[in-house]
């Protein structure tokens, strides 16, 4: 079983629509969660870096973790075109240089 | 200017041969990553330098050599290369133990 689980997709909705991302990890040590959005041929880009359990808002993007739950979710509202990306969600331990483990990626689609 | 840049960006090579790829960040960032990309969009880690200290050393064949003349700048030199090397490898770059990753736009690799 992977640390990090996450649902490769494709998710493909109509523009306008609230999208919903999720993964769930096992290792109850994880403190720091981040989600990235990578587009084609690119590097991936830091969207949502949150610090434990709580939620996050950053213009159209919420993130939400439930540490107990060990779940956490990236929501995105008014989907536009432009976000159509893979979407990798990531976390660390907290304490010294510990290494980000990722999520292997939702691929969205959004549908003009 | 482009915070975190590698290159080449493209690298297509036999079987055999040895390569290098180099990477620098002018974010004033203390850490420095290489991480490996598969065809599924993976992203796992490879190694990390602190300062051109070696923190993070994955299960990675020795074929794998980093190497950090400072700390803006680390660079990635693979000996004998097999058609399993075959991946996007990324740089990133962080500031301290517990920030976010930056990512550069990646190397892809094509071993034939």
């Known amino acids: 079983q992977k640390e990090v689980e996450q649902d490769p997709g494709p998710l493909s909705v109509p523009e306008g629509a609230i999208v919903s991302l999720n993964c769930t990890y096992s290792?109850?040590?994880?403190?720091?969660f981040m989600w990235y959005r990578q587009y084609s041929r690119k590097g991936p880009e830091l969207l949502m870096y949150?610090?434990?359990?709580g939620n996050k808002e950053d213009g159209r993007f919420t993130a939400q973790v439930d540490k107990s739950s060990k779940y956490i979710s990236l929501f995105i509202r008014d989907s536009q075109p432009s976000d159509s990306a893979t979407y990798l969600c990531?976390?660390?331990?907290?304490?010294?240089?510990?290494?980000?483990?990722f999520g292997t990626g939702t691929k969205l689609q959004v549908i003009p | 200017d482009t915070a975190v840049s590698q290159t080449p960006k493209y690298l297509v090579t036999q079987m055999g041969n040895d390569k290098s790829i180099k990477c620098e960040q002018n974010?004033?960032?203390?850490?420095m990553y290489w991480y490996k990309q598969d065809s599924k969009k993976f992203l796992k880690i490879m190694f990390s330098?602190?300062?051109?200290?070696?923190?993070i050393n994955e299960t990675v064949p020795n074929r794998f050599s980093p190497k950090s003349p400072d700390k803006a700048h680390l660079n990635l030199h693979i000996n004998s290369l097999e058609l399993g090397d075959s991946a996007v490898y990324f740089c990133?770059?962080?500031?301290?133990?517990?920030?976010?990753?930056?990512f550069g736009n990646g190397t892809r690799l094509t071993v034939t």
């Open positions: 949150t610090y434990s359990s």
């Open positions: 974010l004033g960032h203390d850490t």
């Open positions: 290792n109850s040590a994880f403190q720091y």
């Open positions: 330098y602190n300062n051109k200290e070696l923190i």
């Open positions: 990531a976390m660390r331990n907290s304490g010294g240089y510990q290494k980000v483990t």
């Open positions: 990133a770059s962080s500031q301290g133990g517990n920030s976010p990753l930056h």
